[in-house]
């Protein structure tokens, strides 16, 4: 069966979607990842969403609920790389996902996910630019 | 001896009817065409038109004896709606050229009956001709507006990068669904391509706020920031921070700054740059 691989980079995270999501395999990757979190105590969840060039209110709803959960477990989540077209979707849909942190690549999303996770860690950094505060 | 043959012996003659006709008329656009220009483009339709004409097809305009006509009209009425003729001088080109033929007619002509029968049949092929022209003059026009609706959109929304990884959306006049469609295409598609992480909106040349305009306005946001950039508003006047706060619309989820210039400084900032007066020293 297909599965969406989740791979562990230090205290993070790391989802890339190369498919479509489906919805089974949508709702396999939000378990798995669940599961995924609470194993390693991951700090912080990176999605990487390029390739994916459809979405429809269900797959909004699971980005939201995966980052929901994660928060509960007590690591954030960032979705990057997300296209165009499917911001415009989302908007449409009213799904702005509010609470979901999100930036335009890999390696910003990393950055960010990192100035997020540092302040816990060492309160004498910088914490997060004040327009990523939710 | 039949009214076409005629015309046909008599075409210089009608020529200079018609030149005559079109000069004497008090719409005439000397400005727009010279007369021997005007002359040329008349003897070319006038030819085409006569040569052309037999005992079969003057009843009946759409045959292909008078493709030749037809184009000339077409090219004729096409480039004098470029020009900006209105449409009374357009038709007053071709429904001269009637009153020509008439005459002509009546004057090669002395049975009275067959002249009424022969006029008829003019006046019918040539009133066809002026509703072609017509059709042709306000198609032309109708192709200058939908190119100018398409390039007012275009203009309309130009995205600057002001600074690396800032970029500036001035917006002037409404916002409505279809604008802010394309707005949003047009930012986000530059996000992803110089790869931005703010994005300023500037509505200093937006007439009025209302609540759908400000929706509007916060879709771009929300879409702005799903793609991982943010986005700020920036020239909002007093008048429309009044109508933003009567409407009860809430914009505080938004960063939004009173000025273009403040806004760019709040970039600045947030990307951890600073704009510095350079110390100038003096020579000795």
Request: proline residues 4%.
């Amino acid at each position: 069966m297909e599965r969406i691989p989740i791979l562990k980079m230090g205290p993070f995270l790391l989802v890339t979607i190369q498919v479509d999501l489906y919805d089974r395999l949508a709702l396999d990757l939000e378990q798995d990842l669940v599961k995924m979190v609470q194993k390693t105590s991951a700090k912080g969840v990176l999605i990487d969403i390029s390739a994916v060039s459809i979405v429809d209110s269900f797959m909004g709803r699971i980005f939201g609920n995966i980052a929901s959960m994660c928060k509960l477990l007590e690591s954030e989540t960032v979705v990057v790389g997300m296209q165009p077209a499917i911001a415009i979707t989302l908007v449409e849909l009213g799904l702005p996902l509010n609470g979901v942190y999100t930036a335009l690549n890999v390696e910003r999303g990393m950055a960010l996910l990192k100035s997020i996770i540092k302040p816990a860690n060492d309160p004498a950094q910088d914490g997060p630019p004040a327009s990523y505060q939710r | 001896m039949s009214v076409n043959i005629a015309l046909k012996k008599r075409k210089s003659e009608i020529l200079e009817l018609w030149m005559k006709n079109q000069l004497a008329d008090s719409g005439l656009r000397e400005d727009l065409i010279s007369n021997d220009e005007l002359r040329a483009q008349s003897e070319e339709l006038v030819n085409a038109l006569v040569d052309n004409l037999n005992e079969n097809n003057i009843n009946n305009s759409d045959s292909p004896d008078f493709d030749k006509v037809i184009e000339l009209l077409g090219g004729i009425s096409i480039s004098r709606a470029r020009q900006g003729y209105s449409p009374r001088e357009t038709g007053n080109f071709i429904l001269s050229l009637k009153e020509a033929l008439l005459e002509i007619s009546k004057r090669s002509s002395s049975n009275v009956n067959e002249l009424f029968e022969e006029s008829m049949k003019l006046s019918r092929l040539l009133d066809n001709f002026t509703i072609l022209t017509f059709e042709t003059f306000i198609q032309g026009r109708e192709e200058i507006i939908l190119r100018q609706t398409s390039e007012i959109t275009d203009i309309s929304t130009p995205v600057i990068k002001v600074w690396d990884g800032i970029l500036v959306l001035p917006i002037i006049g409404t916002l409505d669904s279809a604008r802010t469609q394309v707005v949003m295409e047009n930012l986000l598609q530059e996000i992803v391509e110089t790869g931005s992480s703010i994005a300023i909106l500037d509505i200093s040349g937006v007439p009025t706020v209302d609540s759908l305009v400000a929706q509007h306005l916060l879709k771009t946001v929300s879409a702005t920031r799903l793609m991982g950039a943010d986005c700020i508003i920036s020239g909002i006047r007093p008048e429309i921070a009044q109508t933003i706060v009567h409407l009860g619309i809430d914009l505080s989820q938004i960063i939004t700054k009173a000025s273009l210039a403040s806004a760019l400084q709040y970039a600045l900032k947030s990307l951890k740059l600073e704009v510095r007066k350079v110390a100038v020293f003096k020579p000795e």
